[in-house]
T-cell receptor, first 112, second 114 residues
């Protein structure tokens, strides 16, 4: 049972435009969500997070939106840059545990 | 800080052989996690430790997999005997204290079982 789902395995966006990566979850007990970015041959690195008490968190070009009623979160990258090309994982945490549940990832390609 | 260190970076072995993956977490981090990445299932948590004690091993696929953390600076994930379906990238991650802290990942070990 995949509690965190990233239904788009890949996304291709032109440089300068907006990239929107989506993530759905099934467990209403998740209280904290994170996005990780992964380059080839490297481990995932933390990008941005959001608590369930918020609906938006912004950090530079990156904004995460949380819609709890829809159990959906999204990552917006504006403007997209070629260096953003990577695999993006969303992850969720349930309040009473220390572990993260990851999605399967979305490969973003930003082309000139 | 050197970050999370994993060895080897690549491992190729034959079915039936024993495989040992190694991890050194970031100094001072209380939590250590072992993940497996596959195309079909993405990043799966296998097991995690808190202060060297295994807390949750529900993600370990079967008895062929075992993990230890003999001290705060070293952990191993062992597969015995290995099978071709174990081929994946195995990541180790560590985090500081409890709470919604991000985890810091190592570069991973790419395991190929022939």
């Amino acid at each position: 049972d995949q509690q965190v789902k990233q239904n788009s395995p890949s996304l291709s966006v032109q440089e300068g435009r907006i990239s929107i990566l989506n993530c759905d979850y099934t467990n209403s007990m998740f209280d904290y969500f994170l996005w990780y970015k992964k380059y080839p041959a490297e481990g995932p690195t933390f990008l941005i997070s959001i608590s369930s008490i918020k609906d938006k968190n912004e950090d530079g070009r990156f904004t995460v939106f949380l819609n709890k009623s829809a159990k959906h979160l999204s990552l917006h990258i504006v403007p997209s840059q070629p260096g953003d090309s990577a695999v993006y994982f969303c992850a969720a945490r349930k309040g009473d545990t220390d572990k993260l549940i990851f999605g399967t990832g979305t490969r973003l390609q930003v082309f000139p | 800080d050197a970050g999370v260190i994993q060895s080897p970076r690549h491992e190729v072995t034959e079915m039936g052989q024993e495989v040992t993956l190694r991890c050194k977490p970031i100094s001072g981090h209380d939590y250590l996690f072992w993940y497996r990445q596959t195309m079909m299932r993405g990043l799966e948590l296998l097991i995690y430790f808190n202060n060297n004690v295994p807390i949750d091993d529900s993600g370990m696929p079967e008895d062929r997999f075992s993990a230890k953390m003999p001290n705060a600076s070293f952990s191993t994930l062992k597969i015995q005997p290995s099978e071709p379906r174990d081929s994946a990238v195995y990541f180790c991650a560590s985090s500081l204290f409890r709470g919604p802290n991000e985890q810091f990942f190592g570069p991973g070990t790419r395991l190929t079982v022939l």
